[in-house]
């Protein structure tokens, strides 16, 4: 490490990095293990009860509650496992996205905020190749935020729909919703939403090496 660095300069370095890599870690333990899970939930499909035909239609139509009788007297609904499987993975992607959301995006502002004086503090320093270094830290982890709004949040939305956290876009709002349609595309937007995720921990995995190198040199 740089002995010409102050306490504080080098206690940003530090701080930078390890946010960095552990943001960096965190999306790719989502990507390699709860999304691939998710997707394996939304891929079953259960037998359809037979009367969901009558069962199933429109948010605007008035519906029957159609159940049965259990021994305790209760009663529960009998189209209720039709869509469970991909509807609560896409309850359970939502709860993970506001989760990551609290959780990511401030550290990450705070990373772009410092390395960026970190930048500044070696360019007026003289030390040019340090201060490349992390400008080019900042700009890295800066660009996780057109990729997540501009292409993963709008999966966030469809998700959040397919799962019932969102109002619905139907065109035609007293037709009947098509569950295996919803439980195919529930599968194809978690999959492109781990290709996006994937990308984006790589570009922070990216910018933890930077800032190790940065640190070390």
Do not use: C
């Amino acid at each position: 490490m740089a002995a010409r660095d102050s306490t504080s300069i080098l206690a940003t370095k530090v701080a930078v990095t390890g946010t960095t890599l552990f943001i960096a870690g965190g999306m790719a333990s989502t990507s390699f293990q709860f999304i691939p899970a998710l997707i394996t939930a939304a891929q079953k499909a259960p037998s359809r009860p037979e009367n969901a035909s009558r069962a199933e239609s429109g948010r605007l139509t008035p519906q029957p509650n159609i159940s049965k009788q259990l021994g305790d007297g209760s009663t529960s609904s009998s189209n209720s496992g039709w869509f469970d499987g991909y509807k609560g993975a896409a309850q359970q992607f939502v709860s993970m996205s506001k989760t990551a959301f609290a959780t990511q995006v401030p550290p990450e502002l705070l990373s772009i905020l410092a390395s960026s004086y970190l930048a500044y503090h070696s360019y007026s320093k003289g030390t040019s190749n340090a201060g490349h270094k992390w400008a080019a830290v900042a700009a890295m982890i800066a660009t996780v935020f057109p990729l997540t709004g501009g292409f993963m949040v709008p999966l966030d939305h469809k998700l959040a729909r397919l799962g019932g956290d969102e109002e619905k876009l139907e065109p035609f709002e007293d037709a009947p919703p098509d569950r295996d349609a919803e439980r195919r595309n529930t599968v194809e937007f978690l999959g492109k939403w781990d290709t996006l995720n994937r990308m984006r921990s790589a570009i922070m995995f990216a910018a933890g090496g930077l800032g190790l190198w940065g640190l070390v040199e």
